[in-house]
């Protein structure tokens, strides 16, 4: 499997925030977002056993597997030995493919709106939708039409900081105005932590 990176931090987004977390990352995807910020290069090539011996070194029981795009290569069985290392195992997808279904947690963060159709969203079930917020793109329908225990906006950060301030502004009256929806920040952004 290609890892973009294994690590030990929080998570900074979304229901979890806060919490302790793994991160097994994923490199590659199958969407080209331009406000995107990960390195989806370098890579290692790792087999699961791999993945799960580093996996194990770190006291958290939550692992969040992310990307890119982790349903491009994440298997059952690999979801399988995490959970017989006595982990969580929650994903971040952009929601194109389907999901394991031994996964615990599901988070979808649809880029339709950003990619076009060849970012449409086939999951419809989720435990939580996380939309990127640019102060720009207009949604006809935030949800996606899934159906989720939670519902986050997210300002897109820009690297300017007044262009930041603006879609700061536009979530916050977003929520206000769409009260089931949350903002989301990333904390790890803020605090400067990986």
């Known amino acids: 499997m290609r890892i973009n990176e294994i690590f030990y931090s929080i998570q900074g ?3 979890h925030s806060g919490n302790a977390a793994i991160f097994v990352r994923f490199a590659g995807c199958n969407l080209r ?25 770190y006291p958290t029981p939550l692992v969040v597997i992310t990307g890119g795009e982790p349903t491009l290569q994440l298997t ?5 030995k995490i959970h017989n290392l006595g982990k969580i ?25 950003y990619v076009g159709t060849i970012g449409e969203p086939i999951i419809k079930t989720a435990h ?9 793109t207009i949604y006809t329908d935030p949800t996606f039409g899934i159906t989720a225990a939670h519902y986050f906006v997210q300002p897109c950060d820009t690297g300017d900081k007044e262009r930041n301030r603006e879609i700061i502004e536009h979530c916050v009256n977003f929520v206000k105005q769409n009260p089931k929806w949350k903002l989301s920040l990333q904390t790890q952004k803020i605090l400067k932590v990986r």
């Open 128 to 136: 939580e939708v996380k939309i990127v917020l640019d102060g720009k």
């Open 89 to 113: 195992v929650a994903i971040e997808t952009n929601g194109t493919r389907e999901v394991p279904t031994n996964v615990d947690w599901v988070t979808v963060s649809p880029k339709e709106s």
């Open 33 to 57: 977002c331009s406000f995107c910020d990960t390195e989806h290069q370098p890579y290692q090539e790792l087999t699961e056993e791999e993945i799960c011996d580093e996996i194990a070194k």
């Open 76 to 80: 059952y069985s690999l979801v399988d």
């Open 13 to 15: 987004e979304g229901a």
